[in-house]
């Protein structure tokens, strides 16, 4: 029957071409195409009429098949999915744990949505703390590097560093995890270079980031456009990086490992280093006082404009219009907003894309004072929050369940030894 997983086949018998097409439930044709391809191997029938098939070969390939198939039925298209409690992204908006998460940044700091995301319970006023040792360990390792390092580079080092303070970095219990999620967040901040004045090593988390990014003395109302930020970007369901992280805690790696493969993904163009580019797009764009020449440039190139489209929101990307709401009460922000909407309706012209989130964040990257790479260590510093959340999460699962079946599709075996 075809909804039965097919049985044990003979190792000696061979099958004729509708036999094996039968088993796997094709034509013919495809039987023959799949020898092509060097799924199957084949060999002459008797009389050298036809091909005959090995049954066990017939039957491992229908067995892959089926699953193959049940993996696109499940979750559509054949991509990885995943259950979770944590983020929902739907009809062009987002939640976490079911509330508009938009609506929650506006009401409550980062830090509060933190914790609020790895535990559903509201804190107000909670704020995140590490030891001063261990941020000056973190500190020394990071002031190692290279002046020209990026900060995810110096992020990721500091993760590192951290980690062997740690001796209880294994326990992987929800309480330990959410003791290391409250001193890590504060000690990635903590070790990164003051960029002008004095750094702050208190206080609320945006109150230090901001001295490490802008070389502008804060103002109240920046301080909240960054701390909003920081809150809007605590997760956004499976991105790449988060997807990572839940492989890492899936083969139960420690919080510290987990949070250092979100910040080794994070630095692809078409994720967290997106807004960097948009950052440099918006700068060009004040130089030349026109969107017009510099989009036509990045198009003549064969570079796709930053900061426009997501392929999970139709309109408008609701963190970009979010921040932006906020961007406009900022004075100085006036220049890179024009800058940012004059890309947006040059660009919209031929193709209907709408702001996302990196070119909001480069906005105001632009507007404080900050380097093309701040608007990446605002996004690795708040996402550290949400790939905790999914590490508390997954540490819940079924140890590596995160290791999908490779669909080999090279030469079947047996092949000579390269020469």
Partial sequence: M???EPGPAHPERRLTTKEAAELLGVKPETVYAYVSR???SSRRAEGGRGSTFDA???ASLARRNRRESAGSSASGGGELSVRTRITL???DRYYFRGVDATELAARHSYEEIADWLWTGRLHPGVTFTAPESVIDLARRAVNALPEHTDPTDRLRVAAIAAATADPLRFDLSEEAVLGTARTLIPTLVGALPAAMYAPQDDGPIAHRLWTRLSVREADEASLSVLDNALGLLVDHDLAASTLAVRVAASARSH?????SAGLGVLEGPLHGAASGLAHRLIKQVLEEDDAAPVIAGELRAGRRIPGLGHRLYRGEDPRARALFARL???PHAEPALAAARDIVDITARHTPLHANVDLALAVFTVAGG????AGEAIFAVARTAGWIAHALEEYKERPLRMRPEGQYVGPRPPQPLPE
């Fill in 370 to 373: 900050m380097q093309a790479t």
């Fill in 255 to 259: 919080a510290y490992a987990a949070v």
């Fill in 328 to 330: 406009e009460a900022l």
């Fill in 38 to 40: 060097g799924q199957l």
């Fill in 2 to 4: 075809p909804d039965q």
């Fill in 89 to 91: 992204i739907e009809d």
């Fill in 56 to 58: 066990q070969e017939v």
